[in-house]
């Protein structure tokens, strides 16, 4: 292989899949760095303090995954988190609605919203604009969902227990045992399945991919339950992110998805309902952004107009777009969601940890969105020189 050829080979690689090796590598080097700071940068308290702090960023990272997919993008689901929060808290709180009653309306709430946006959308009017539209209707809304003081205090109420309840590490292992072996009989299942194609596969396939679920799963929660137990945030999001893992890797509608964001022309000439699936991109994304605002506002013990608002958005979409899901569509995973939120996090947990200013944080954030940004466009167009215009 020539020189000249080398780069071209490294791109078509990174194109096809393994970008989630680069995030891991600058998520080893955030980690190295701060920790060659502080020691107790990578303490099981600080570890359990940083899934905490990203699980909000990581919800509403996973429903931006989805639409990101279908190539449009949303600038309003960090608002709309807060208003489904609103909504939820109204009615538990003030209303003496039971909590899972308060939950489904919320949430209710947040996919009637994204409906309404995706129908616009679908309609031919860029999704940049109607999101950019209706972040400032939501930040109108809010106040109107709000009580008078414009505040909701959740202290000491059944909807804090979201995020204050632990699961005990005897239950948190024999859930990681259920997942490892789900996992590996799912592996076998497909090793066989080929094995009776006549396609030559190794029972390496299934052992090596199962070992390291394992490791990573029974490591997390040996790392998180030496404190009080799992916190229930954490397995939110884990078991949201299996779910989307399902749908999107192992059914037609992932099929589709991909299609839609790939080429949506050719999308459309294969039969491919394209605006259907924009609109059920966004329904996930509304579902979404209301557990993520339901989960920030059990940490935060309140609702007010401040809610959703703050640097959320930015860095749900940072967090999609460094872990790997291409700006462009059709190119990424629902894993970038959970890869980019902790990129973001660490380094927003690392400025906080050493006591450093908060230009830090915004300086470490912004180089690397645009450093992942270019990637994805060096990714797209499969070469490292720019286009001709």
């Given amino acids: 292989m020539s020189v000249a050829t080398r780069p071209a080979r490294v791109i078509e690689l990174a194109a096809r899949g393994h970008r989630s090796i680069p995030v891991l590598v600058v998520l080893v080097i955030i980690w190295t760095v701060f920790y060659s700071r502080s020691s107790a940068y990578l303490s099981f308290q600080n570890i359990t303090n940083l899934t905490l702090q990203i699980a909000t960023t990581a919800i509403l990272a996973l429903g931006v995954v989805f639409v990101l997919l279908v190539g449009e993008i949303d600038l309003s689901s960090a608002v709309l988190s807060g208003v ?205 952004a209301a557990i993520a605002g339901m989960v920030d506002a059990s940490r935060q013990l309140g609702v007010s107009v401040t809610s959703g608002a703050g640097p959320l958005m930015l860095n749900a979409i940072a967090a999609a777009v460094v872990g790997g899901t291409s700006l462009f569509g059709g190119r990424g995973s629902i894993w970038s969601a959970i890869l980019g939120a902790l990129v973001i996090g660490s380094i927003s947990n690392g400025v906080q940890l050493l006591g450093l200013t908060t230009e830090v944080q915004y300086f470490a954030t912004g180089a690397v969105l645009i450093i992942a940004v270019a990637v994805d466009v060096v990714l797209t167009r499969g070469s490292l020189l720019p286009g001709r215009r």
């Fill in 84 to 288: 489904c929060a609103a909504v939820a808290a109204g009615l538990a709180v003030n209303g003496g609605l039971p909590l899972p009653l308060a939950i489904m309306a919320a949430i209710a709430a947040g996919m009637a919203i994204t409906f309404v946006e995706a129908l616009v959308i679908a309609f031919g009017v860029p999704s940049l604009i109607v999101t950019l539209g209706g972040m400032v209707i939501l930040q109108g809304l809010i106040l109107v969902v709000l009580p008078p003081e414009f505040t909701v205090s959740l202290g000491g109420t059944s909807f804090a227990r979201i995020a204050s309840t632990a699961v005990p590490a005897g239950i948190s292992y024999l859930l990681a045992a259920v997942a490892t072996l789900v996992f590996a009989g799912y592996r076998l299942f497909q090793h066989r399945e080929r094995r009776s194609t006549g396609t030559r596969t190794s029972v390496a396939t299934v052992l090596v991919p199962a070992v390291v679920v394992a490791v990573v799963l029974f490591g997390g929660v040996f790392t998180l339950t030496r404190q009080r137990g799992l916190p229930m945030p954490v397995l939110i999001v884990a078991v949201m992110l299996l779910i989307a893992w399902y749908f999107t890797t192992q059914t037609r509608y992932g099929i589709h998805l991909y299609a839609v964001g790939g080429d949506r022309e050719a999308a459309q000439r294969a039969g491919v309902p394209v605006r259907r699936m924009v609109i059920y991109s966004f329904l996930i994304l509304g579902a979404c």
